[in-house]
Nanobody
Framework: QVQLAESGGGLAQAGGSLRLSCAASGSIFSINVMGWYRQAPGKQREFVGNIRWGTGQTVYADSVKGRFTISRENAEMFLQMNDLKPADTAVYYC????????????????????WGQGTQVTVSS
């Protein structure tokens, strides 16, 4: 089993930056893919991006491509968010998957095995 815990959310102005962290603990050797998702009020949880745990290969949603960057170091994953927009306001979740799957095919919450509790990001205009 893997436990995930997000941190780093908060309030930012449009055009600003925030960096989220996701700390993994437990059976971290079993992680194959990690991802970031977000959920705005009244909306479904949506894909932000994924990272292959072993190689660092990443893939992003079109809405964040060029502005957000996923990275990892040891047992921690990061989401660097630049040029933030009010539309980025949401609760951000990190997720993990045990099985090997192409990272570009993993774009719905049901694809993942483990989830963090979420961290709120609010972007003001």
């Amino acid at each position: 089993q893997v436990q995930l815990a997000e941190s780093g959310g908060g309030l930012a102005q449009a055009g600003g930056s925030l960096r989220l962290s996701c700390a993994a603990s437990g059976s971290i050797f079993s992680i194959n893919v990690m991802g970031w998702y977000r959920q705005a009020p009244g909306k479904q949880r949506e894909f932000v991006g994924n990272i292959r745990w072993g190689t660092g290969q990443t893939v992003y949603a079109d809405s964040v491509k060029g502005r957000f960057t996923i990275s990892r170091e040891n047992a921690e994953m990061f989401l660097q968010m630049n040029d933030l927009k009010p539309a980025d306001t949401a609760v951000y979740y990190c997720a993990g998957l045990r099985r090997f799957r192409p990272i570009g095919s993993l774009k719905v919450p049901e694809d993942f095995d483990w989830w963090g509790q979420g961290t709120q990001v609010t972007v003001s205009s």
